[in-house]
T-cell receptor, first 115, second 111 residues
């Protein structure tokens, strides 16, 4: 597609429920990144995919968080047993393989609210 | 590890005022440096970048120069407009191959 697409744009969930956030990167972009933006905070790195593998998942805050990518394209970030501190905007970005210096293209994000 | 520090906001300016948003970085080696902008209700957009020392990135009247000696990448604009109101993020990309962001600076430009 023309840009990075994320869905849903907004999600309200009850504490303890599982949620899935979807990211559809720019066609041909093999690198995909997930970040989290909390109120008053900067952007926190979560995980990086190159193709379908995740060489760097060091930013996942707990084992409740997981992510996968299939077909070198769509990625899903799953948060199990959501907690109120998981409330944030989750951003996905993609870039061309081997050309991160050109910058990432970000999606508009998914605003997650845990009540 | 790598980190980015930028001045806290909010920064409130009148239209046509001069803008500076300070940014410094710590990194192993020589990272590439970026400024991203987030307009109200929109996603992050790349504003400008510099990939080596003394490079100047520029876009939409904004400029930033990669200063290795002071490990800085300050954002400047000579005359801001109301439409420049946004949150500005400084970021570095080093050997870890992931963008490290500062906490963001909110700029509010008043007519």
């Amino acid at each position: 597609g023309a840009g990075v697409s994320q869905s849903p744009s907004n999600k309200v969930t009850e504490k303890g429920k599982d949620v899935e956030l979807r990211c559809d990167p720019i066609s041909g972009h093999t690198a995909l990144y997930w970040y989290r933006q909390s109120l008053g905070q900067g952007l926190e790195f979560l995980i990086y995919f190159q193709g379908n593998s995740a060489p760097d998942k060091s930013g996942l805050p707990s084992d409740r968080f997981s992510a996968e990518r299939t077909g070198g394209s769509v990625s899903t970030l799953t948060i199990q047993r959501t907690q109120q501190e998981d409330s944030a905007v989750y951003l996905c970005a993609s870039s061309l393989e081997g050309r991160p210096n050109y910058g990432y293209t970000f999606g508009s994000g998914t605003r997650l609210t845990v009540v | 590890g790598d980190s980015v520090t930028q001045m806290e906001g909010p920064v409130t300016l009148s239209e046509e005022a001069f803008l500076t948003i300070n940014c410094t970085y710590t990194a192993t080696g020589y990272p590439s440096l970026f400024w991203y902008v987030q307009y109200p209700g929109e996603g992050l957009q790349l504003l400008l970048k510099a990939t080596k020392a003394d490079d100047k990135g520029s876009n939409k009247g904004f400029e930033a120069t990669y200063r290795k000696e002071t490990t800085s990448f300050h954002l400047e604009k000579g005359s801001v407009q109301v439409s420049d109101s946004a949150v500005y993020f400084c970021a570095s990309l080093g050997a870890t191959n992931k963008l490290i962001f500062g906490t963001g600076t909110l700029l509010a430009v008043q007519p």
